[in-house]
């Protein structure tokens, strides 16, 4: 039961590029869509999040877009930095705040090249 | 803050035997959460709990593992007769009631 999909599996980007991950997801009751940032030797920490009722969240260099209809959402990094080296995981979810349940993706792994 | 702290971080046990991975949620969390993360692969819910009580145990596997949360001291996630396909990182979180979770360092199983 395959209910989150990640893709690219892994990324490399130059210095200063826009780093694109996509997340596919089957449940349309899942109501948050957030991102995890991890590094290696700790555990995953919020990086962004979004709601169904907006369409894009921008927070610094890093922007969720959120596609309802196609039941997709991204993660965009722009001017991407050496430090932005992680893996990513996109988690969905239902009602997290009562649940702690997240269905987190296999992870993209990010390497940005100086 | 000190932050969700988990110990051990690194846990070798060979077969057979028991392994106890500890969670002290960040001060003033009641709600604590146990994850199961494969190499290369995403975290798998395991185990919500609330002081004393058992929330959601549906990502649990139904032979040799338990977990609780006491009223006083951590969360214990207790892995008896360990096989080697229990080696694995474990996670923890806490998280304030509706509030974003927080993860902890995890604890790295290792079984011979």
């Known amino acids: 039961q395959q209910q989150v999909k990640q893709s690219p599996q892994s990324l490399i980007v130059q210095k200063g590029g826009i780093s694109i991950i996509n997340c596919a997801y089957e449940n349309t009751a899942f109501d948050y869509f957030p991102w995890y940032q991890q590094f290696p030797g700790k555990g995953p920490a919020l990086l962004i999040a979004?709601?169904?009722?907006?369409s894009e969240k921008k927070e610094g260099r890093f922007t969720i877009s959120f596609n309802k209809s196609a039941k997709q959402f991204s993660l965009h990094i722009m001017d991407s930095q050496p430090g932005d080296s992680a893996t990513y995981f996109c988690a969905p979810s239902i009602n997290p705040g009562n649940t702690g349940k997240l269905i987190f993706g296999q992870g993209t792994t990010l390497q940005v090249k100086p | 803050n000190a932050g969700v702290m988990q110990n051990p971080r690194h846990l070798v046990r060979r077969r057979g035997q028991e392994a106890r991975l500890r969670c002290s949620p960040m001060?003033?969390?009641?709600?604590v959460y146990w994850y199961r993360q494969l190499p290369e692969e995403g975290l798998k819910f395991m185990v919500y709990l609330q002081k004393e009580n058992i929330i959601d145990e549906s990502g649990m596997p139904k032979e040799r593992f338990s977990a609780e949360f006491p009223k006083e001291g951590p969360s214990i996630l207790r892995i008896q007769q360990v096989v080697r396909g229990d080696s694995a990182a474990y996670f923890c979180?806490?998280?304030?009631?509706?509030?974003?979770?927080?993860f902890g360092s995890g604890t790295q199983l290792s079984v011979l």
């Open positions: 979004i709601r169904p009722d907006v």
């Open positions: 979180a806490s998280s304030s009631p509706g509030e974003k979770l927080f």
């Open positions: 001060k003033g969390h009641s709600h």
